[in-house]
């Protein structure tokens, strides 16, 4: 089936400027996961969604980082006044479901290249 | 808060045996993960051992769990040239919602 897909697969913008990342998960998984990874280095958590609300912020840098999944499918991580330091993967993720105890597999999509000039 | 460290880079032989490396920090992690990353293709889980857990095996994977000194390994036994890829420790935190990864250990394999 399907697997995580995320549009675009680059982007290149300038600093200062807004983009949206879009994310669409497996049909039917819950649970909705954010990343960032920067070269050399892992993942790095930035927000979960269990369902439509926004379960985990915790890792989103500042405020100009903001996230929705209106209908709890779709998810876009939003960034406004986009800076050089902001160029990484951005990285997207579902599950099943992330409440339950359990090996709690997430599935990755191929990423969003995001560089900023 | 918590953290997640691996060596960068292993070489090996085809046929031998790898042995990656990985030490923790959040001792409340209930799961552990192995993730493979290729050039071009997304993170895919390859295995994951449960906290009580001291070893799983995988077919040609072992991951081994020593709790006290909160070190994981993966043991991938006859390594093939199709194993060359970056591995990535993680292990949940939060709830079992967030993953903590490690930086990656880049695996090369030669004939």
């Known amino acids: 089936g399907a697997g995580v897909s995320q549009t675009p697969s680059n982007k290149v913008t300038e600093k200062g400027k807004y983009v949206e990342l879009r994310c669409d998960p497996i049909?039917?998984?819950?649970?909705l996961y954010w990343y960032r990874q920067s070269l050399g280095q892992g993942p790095e958590f930035l927000i979960y969604f269990q369902g439509t609300g926004a379960a985990d912020d915790s890792g989103l840098p500042n405020d100009r980082f903001f996230a929705v999944r209106p209908e709890g499918s779709v998810s876009t991580l939003k960034i406004q006044r986009t800076e050089r330091g902001d160029s990484a993967v951005y990285l997207c993720?579902?599950?099943?479901?992330?409440?339950?105890?359990?090996?709690?597999?997430?599935?990755f999509g191929p990423g969003t290249r995001l560089t900023v000039l | 808060g918590e953290d997640v460290e691996q060596s960068l880079f292993l070489s090996v032989r085809e046929g031998d045996s790898s042995v990656i490396n990985c030490t923790y920090t959040?001792?409340?992690?209930?799961?552990l993960y192995w993730y493979k990353q290729e050039p071009g293709a997304g993170l895919q889980l390859l295995t994951y051992i449960f906290s009580n857990m001291d070893m799983k095996q995988d077919q040609r994977l072992t991951v081994l769990l020593n709790k006290k000194d909160k070190h994981l390994s993966l043991r991938i036994a006859d390594t093939q040239t199709g194993d060359s890829a970056i591995y990535f420790c993680?292990?949940?935190?939060?709830?079992?919602?967030?993953?903590?990864f490690g930086a990656g250990t880049r695996l090369a394999v030669h004939p």
């Open positions: 993680a292990v949940a935190s939060g709830g079992y919602n967030k993953l903590i």
């Open positions: 959040d001792s409340s992690s209930t799961y």
């Open positions: 049909s039917g998984h819950t649970a």
């Open positions: 993720a579902s599950s099943p479901e992330g409440r339950l105890a359990g090996v709690n597999e997430q599935f």
